[in-house]
């Protein structure tokens, strides 16, 4: 079987407590993008922060949400595989946060979402 690599793609956020990495890879695992950024901004939310960020690697990676059909999220807390809620992650000050619907829904993207 053949396929086209670059026909779709996916998108790896690992957030830590002071830093977070941004990354989308073709089907073979070759970076297309990669970007790293402070995990908290002054006078915003860290959330909604890194949420802008990751909409920048998007957009200059000239790759469409929809090409994305899946993406991973590491978080620096407790978090729940069931759910995909962020139980505590204190260095983000978050508590029962719902990532995986956050970034689903506010990426637009094609695929599955899994912390």
Excluded: W
């Excluded at 079987?1 to 989308?24: C, E, F, H, P, R």
């Excluded at 073979?28 to 890194?50: C, E, L, Y």
Aim: aromatic share 6%; charged share 15%.
């Amino acid at each position: 079987m053949n396929y086209v690599a670059s026909a779709k793609y996916a998108l790896g956020i690992d957030i830590g407590g002071t830093k977070t990495i941004a990354m989308i890879t073709d089907l073979d695992g070759n970076v297309v993008v990669r970007r790293k950024f402070q995990s908290h901004a002054s006078g915003t939310n860290s959330m909604d922060h890194i949420l802008r960020e990751v909409h920048d690697v998007i957009q200059s990676s000239g790759i469409s949400p929809t090409q994305i059909i899946g993406t991973g999220i590491g978080f620096p807390g407790v978090t729940s595989a069931d759910d995909g809620v962020v139980v505590q992650a204190p260095g983000l000050h978050l508590d029962q946060f719902p990532a995986t619907n956050f970034f689903k829904v506010c990426l637009g993207t094609s695929g599955s979402t899994t912390t």
